[in-house]
């Protein structure tokens, strides 16, 4: 599967942007998603996944980062196969480039178990 990130920009403290995922190739529905984020001069950073479904309505399991948790949330449209990540209450220490990736069996917070991973969106929150 490739992927591709989008829908970064520079926005206030307190502002909301959406990322989106897009990716192509087939059986996305079979892929866990997640978002990754890095700031300059650290280590990349889990922001969150999206497993796949259960058979339930919305029967996704979402696990998000303790940084991020409560503010961001991360949507999947298979139809489409895009995921989304909703930032909302932004702050300056959300500043860093986001990357999606993906894995077919792994649904952890190691980065460098992701199979998968589409360039970065740059996101830049200003005080």
């Known amino acids: 599967v490739q992927l591709q990130a989008s829908g970064g920009g520079l926005v206030q403290a307190g502002d909301s942007l959406k990322l989106t995922c897009a990716a192509s190739?087939?059986?996305?529905?079979?892929?866990?998603l997640a978002w990754f984020r890095q700031a300059p001069g650290k280590e990349r950073e889990f922001v969150g996944r999206?497993?796949?479904?259960?058979?339930?309505?919305?029967?996704?399991?979402?696990y998000y980062g303790d940084a991020v948790k409560g503010r961001f949330s991360i949507t999947r449209d298979n139809d489409k196969n895009t995921a989304t990540l909703q930032m909302n209450g932004l702050k300056p220490e959300d500043t860093a480039v986001y990357y999606c990736?993906?894995?077919?069996?792994?649904?952890?917070?190691?980065?460098?178990?992701?199979?998968?991973w589409g360039r970065g969106t740059l996101v830049t929150v200003s005080s």
């Open positions: 190739g087939r059986s996305f529905e079979t892929y866990v």
């Open positions: 999206i497993t796949w479904a259960d058979g339930r309505s919305d029967g996704y399991k979402r």
């Open positions: 990736a993906a894995d077919q069996f792994y649904t952890g917070l190691d980065y460098n178990r992701y199979a998968f």
